[in-house]
């Protein structure tokens, strides 16, 4: 694929590797998921078509560069690492080691693939440092990044363009600190038990309590502003847990619809990346009609959020009346193989490996399209 430009860059991409900077680790409750997400990428990256470079990104926030970053972080031994620098030099980025006062360069960096997960890395922060550095990257912008992030603000979007989601209130961590008993009067007024509490701004099911009394409804706030300084409360319902993934920039593509049931009351963190294999179902058993709106309410979703590259859409149905009811948006999903982002494109007629050659080209395509931007104002 050859993206139009003002300068021969794109061209040149087609005769020498790609040089890809794989970015993970991060500041983030999901800092290990992002490891394995990472692990993944890396065992399979074409490695005929990119130069793959290594950036880890420590729970402190240290950047640490090496030939196998990863292994170091995996086995606890940062201490190899050098710190890494990523600039803009001459209106190219390049990522540096550094070596006390001294910078040496280690590449230039065509395209970053971000695979991290949660705050720091898929809240629109690191995508507004790309965007200041110049570079093509893979997923959101800061705007679709930040906006996803939020599962209030997500909700509060996606509900007002007319797709239905479960009742819910949103309580800062300064609230719970202060009266928590006033907050769980609050959250008792959105509906009867179960109510389901969440960190705003994290993914993973980290930090999620399934509150089914007042007690345990204590403990989820409590849990919950340990991760977050937004935790959203929201009605509990008897729910099948279906999820599509979506692919694109402007013509977005979605995924046949998967369903999840999950080994403990919903589903967890530990389903998610240690059971190897969680009960599933893709695709999910759906009417066609049902298959055909999650599919529309996920691009209907993607498009008002402003998203691009990919995203893992979910939903609930309601096991009692069948109503579905959006849930939430993941800009960077859980990316092992063994997730559901990945599963659901395989069993659609696109393999892991495809997958990440394609979310390359959207990158380098979404960057050919903005620098069509003019930046000064001609009259």
């Given at each position: 694929?050859?993206?139009?430009?003002?300068s021969?860059?794109?061209?040149?991409?087609?005769?020498?590797?790609?040089?890809?900077?794989?970015?993970?680790?991060?500041?983030?409750?999901?800092?290990?998921v992002?490891?394995?997400?990472?692990?993944?990428?890396?065992?399979s990256?074409?490695?005929?078509?990119?130069?793959?470079?290594?950036?880890?990104i420590?729970?402190e926030?240290?950047?640490?560069?090496?030939?196998?970053?990863?292994?170091?972080?995996?086995?606890?031994?940062?201490?190899?690492?050098?710190d890494?620098?990523?600039?803009?030099?001459?209106?190219?980025?390049?990522?540096?080691?550094?070596?006390?006062?001294?910078?040496?360069?280690v590449?230039?960096?065509?395209?970053?693939?971000?695979?991290?997960?949660?705050?720091?890395?898929?809240?629109?922060?690191?995508?507004g440092?790309?965007?200041?550095?110049?570079?093509?990257?893979?997923?959101?912008?800061?705007?679709?990044?930040?906006?996803?992030?939020?599962?209030?603000?997500?909700?509060?979007?996606?509900?007002?363009?007319?797709?239905?989601?479960?009742d819910?209130?949103?309580?800062?961590?300064s609230?719970?600190?202060?009266?928590?008993?006033k907050?769980?009067?609050?959250s008792?007024?959105?509906?009867?038990?179960?109510?389901?509490?969440?960190?705003a701004?994290l993914?993973?099911?980290?930090?999620?309590?399934?509150a089914?009394?007042?007690?345990e409804?204590l403990?989820?706030?409590?849990?919950?502003?340990?991760?977050?300084?937004?935790?959203?409360v929201?009605?509990g319902?008897?729910?099948?847990?279906?999820?599509?993934?979506?692919?694109?920039n402007?013509?977005p593509?979605?995924?046949?619809?998967?369903?999840?049931?999950?080994?403990?009351?919903?589903?967890?963190?530990?389903?998610?990346?240690?059971?190897?294999?969680?009960?599933?179902?893709?695709?999910?058993?759906l009417?066609?009609?049902?298959?055909?709106?999650i599919?529309?309410n996920?691009?209907k979703?993607?498009?008002a959020?402003?998203?691009?590259?990919?995203?893992?859409?979910?939903?609930?149905?309601?096991?009692?009346?069948?109503?579905i009811?959006?849930?939430e948006?993941?800009?960077?999903?859980?990316?092992?193989?063994?997730?559901?982002?990945?599963k659901?494109?395989?069993?659609?007629?696109?393999e892991?490996?495809?997958?990440?050659?394609k979310?390359?080209?959207?990158?380098l395509?979404?960057?050919?399209?903005?620098?069509?931007?003019?930046?000064?104002?001609?009259a």
């Amino acid at each position: 694929m050859i993206y139009a430009s003002k300068s021969n860059f794109w061209v040149n991409l087609m005769t020498e590797p790609i040089k890809l900077l794989v970015l993970f680790g991060g500041r983030s409750g999901e800092h290990a998921v992002s490891l394995m997400s990472a692990r993944s990428v890396l065992d399979s990256a074409d490695k005929k078509r990119y130069q793959v470079l290594q950036v880890g990104i420590t729970q402190e926030g240290r950047w640490l560069t090496g030939e196998n970053a990863l292994a170091a972080f995996e086995s606890g031994r940062q201490a190899e690492l050098s710190d890494a620098v990523v600039l803009n030099e001459n209106g190219s980025a390049a990522l540096f080691s550094r070596d006390g006062e001294k910078l040496h360069k280690v590449s230039k960096i065509d395209v970053v693939f971000p695979v991290l997960h949660g705050s720091f890395g898929e809240d629109g922060t690191m995508q507004g440092l790309l965007e200041v550095l110049d570079l093509a990257y893979v997923g959101a912008g800061v705007l679709g990044s930040s906006a996803a992030m939020d599962k209030a603000v997500t909700k509060h979007i996606v509900g007002a363009d007319g797709t239905p989601v479960l009742d819910f209130k949103v309580f800062n961590r300064s609230e719970i600190h202060t009266d928590i008993a006033k907050v769980a009067e609050e959250s008792e007024k959105i509906a009867a038990y179960p109510l389901f509490v969440k960190p705003a701004n994290l993914g993973s099911s980290v930090g999620i309590t399934k509150a089914k009394n007042h007690a345990e409804l204590l403990e989820g706030l409590a849990l919950a502003a340990r991760y977050d300084r937004r935790v959203l409360v929201e009605r509990g319902i008897p729910a099948r847990e279906i999820e599509v993934s979506v692919l694109g920039n402007d013509n977005p593509i979605v995924s046949l619809p998967g369903e999840i049931f999950p080994g403990a009351e919903f589903y967890t963190y530990t389903d998610k990346y240690y059971s190897g294999d969680p009960e599933l179902a893709i695709p999910a058993e759906l009417t066609d009609v049902q298959t055909a709106m999650i599919q529309a309410n996920a691009i209907k979703a993607y498009r008002a959020l402003d998203c691009a590259g990919m995203a893992r859409v979910d939903f609930l149905m309601d096991k009692n009346t069948n109503q579905i009811y959006f849930n939430e948006v993941n800009t960077i999903p859980g990316f092992t193989r063994i997730s559901m982002y990945s599963k659901l494109w395989t069993a659609s007629g696109m393999e892991y490996s495809q997958l990440i050659d394609k979310l390359i080209d959207l990158a380098l395509e979404r960057k050919a399209d903005k620098d069509q931007t003019l930046r000064r104002y001609e009259a």
